[in-house]
């Protein structure tokens, strides 16, 4: 082969590595991201139970929030603390809105403030 074709060989090559790195990288998931830390300051988001509605691992009903797409348990209130999570409008069977501060630590968002928000109509 001759430089310029085995150049362009590995030209393509690279640019369909980045293409699909770039693509998978943007899918959102549900599967916490263990690496990323952040704050959030009065944020509106989704919560819910994680299992029953927000596709996480787990063997029992668990508060969780979903952030930009990423949904993460929740550590500092409860999923009882909110009202029953199994009523009509209750974690286990609906995804409700909550304004929260805190931070993604270890996969899991620690709560500094949840105000769940009145069901949308």
């Known amino acids: 082969m001759k430089n310029i074709e085995i150049k362009g060989l ?3 090559i690279l640019a369909t590595v ?55 348990y929740v550590d500092g209130t409860k999923i009882d603390d909110h009202g029953d999570a199994h009523a009509e409008d209750g974690f286990c069977k609906a995804i409700r809105h909550a304004k929260v501060s805190g931070q993604v630590e270890n996969g899991r968002f620690v709560v500094k403030s949840f105000e769940l928000l009145p069901v949308e109509k």
């Open 18 to 72: 980045l293409f699909f790195a770039c693509a998978e990288s943007n899918v959102p998931s549900n599967e916490p991201r263990r690496e990323i830390t952040f704050k959030i300051v009065d944020q509106k988001v989704e919560a819910a139970c994680g299992q029953c509605k927000l596709g996480l691992e787990g063997s029992g009903c668990d508060l969780a929030v979903r952030i930009d797409g990423a949904a993460f």
């Open 10 to 12: 590995l030209i393509g």
